[in-house]
C-alpha cells in the first residue's frame, strides 16, 4: 500500500502514517442513527426487574426475556456496573421492545434520570400516538408504578450508554 510514512527514532523503522492514526468514534452520530424512529418511556416503579417484566407480559400478552447479549457494562470509579436489558420482538413486525434497568448498585445508566427506575424503549418501526398513548396509560395502571413520562431525544444527556 502507497501512503506517506513516518520514521521512528526509537526504533529506526519506517511505518505506513495509518497505522500511528487514532480512531475516534462519533458518539453522537451512532446516537443519531440508532435513535432514529424510536420511543422512550421512562418509567419510575420500585420493584424488581424480572416481577416488572412479568407484569408487563401479563398486561400487553408480551414476551419479555432478558438478553444477555445486549446488557449494557459501563466503568465508573473503578468498578464496573452492569444494567440488564430485557427484549421483545413483535410477531410479524420489526418493532423491537428494550426494557432496560437504569439503576445498579447505587450507579444509574442515564444519570439525568436518577428518579426512573426502567427505561423502555420502542425500535425498529414507527410508533403511531394512539398506540404510545395506550402502552403509556397502561403502565400507569400497574402495581408500583409511580410514573411515566416519554423521554425525547433533546432531554438525554448520555444517549450513547443506551446503545449496544
Same mark, same amino acid.
Given at each position: 500500500?502507497?501512503?506517506?510514512?513516518?520514521?521512528?527514532?526509537?526504533?529506526?523503522?519506517?511505518?505506513?502514517?495509518?497505522?500511528?492514526?487514532?480512531?475516534?468514534?462519533?458518539?453522537? *452520530?451512532?446516537?443519531?442513527? +440508532?435513535?432514529?424512529?424510536?420511543?422512550?418511556?421512562?418509567?419510575?416503579?420500585?420493584?424488581?426487574?424480572?416481577?416488572?417484566?412479568?407484569?408487563?407480559?401479563?398486561? %400487553?400478552? +408480551? #414476551?419479555?426475556?432478558? #438478553? @444477555?447479549?445486549? =446488557?449494557?457494562?459501563?466503568? &465508573?470509579?473503578?468498578?464496573?456496573?452492569?444494567?440488564?436489558?430485557?427484549?421483545?420482538? *413483535?410477531?410479524?413486525?420489526?418493532?423491537?421492545?428494550?426494557?432496560?434497568?437504569?439503576? +445498579?448498585?447505587?450507579?444509574?445508566?442515564?444519570? *439525568?434520570? &436518577?428518579?426512573?427506575?426502567?427505561?423502555?424503549?420502542?425500535?425498529?418501526?414507527?410508533?403511531?400516538?394512539?398506540? +404510545? =398513548?395506550?402502552?403509556?396509560?397502561?403502565?400507569?395502571?400497574?402495581?408500583?408504578?409511580?410514573?411515566?413520562? =416519554?423521554?425525547? @431525544? *433533546? &432531554?438525554? &444527556? #448520555?444517549?450513547?450508554?443506551?446503545? %449496544?
Amino acid at each position: 500500500m502507497r501512503g506517506i510514512l513516518f520514521y521512528s527514532l526509537s526504533s529506526a523503522r519506517f511505518f505506513p502514517l495509518y497505522i500511528l492514526m487514532k480512531l475516534k468514534l462519533d458518539i453522537d *452520530e451512532m446516537a443519531e442513527g +440508532f435513535f432514529e424512529d424510536t420511543r422512550l418511556l421512562g418509567i419510575m416503579a420500585p420493584v424488581r426487574d424480572y416481577q416488572f417484566c412479568w407484569q408487563l407480559n401479563h398486561l %400487553f400478552h +408480551f #414476551n419479555f426475556r432478558i #438478553n @444477555n447479549n445486549i =446488557e449494557i457494562q459501563l466503568r &465508573k470509579k473503578q468498578r464496573n456496573y452492569f444494567f440488564t436489558v430485557f427484549e421483545y420482538p *413483535e410477531p410479524g413486525t420489526s418493532l423491537v421492545h428494550y426494557l432496560y434497568n437504569n439503576k +445498579f448498585d447505587g450507579e444509574y445508566l442515564l444519570p *439525568e434520570f &436518577k428518579h426512573m427506575d426502567f427505561l423502555w424503549l420502542m425500535k425498529g418501526d414507527t410508533v403511531h400516538a394512539t398506540l +404510545f =398513548e395506550k402502552i403509556t396509560r397502561s403502565i400507569k395502571e400497574l402495581n408500583g408504578v409511580q410514573l411515566v413520562n =416519554e423521554l425525547t @431525544n *433533546e &432531554k438525554i &444527556k #448520555n444517549k450513547g450508554q443506551l446503545i %449496544f
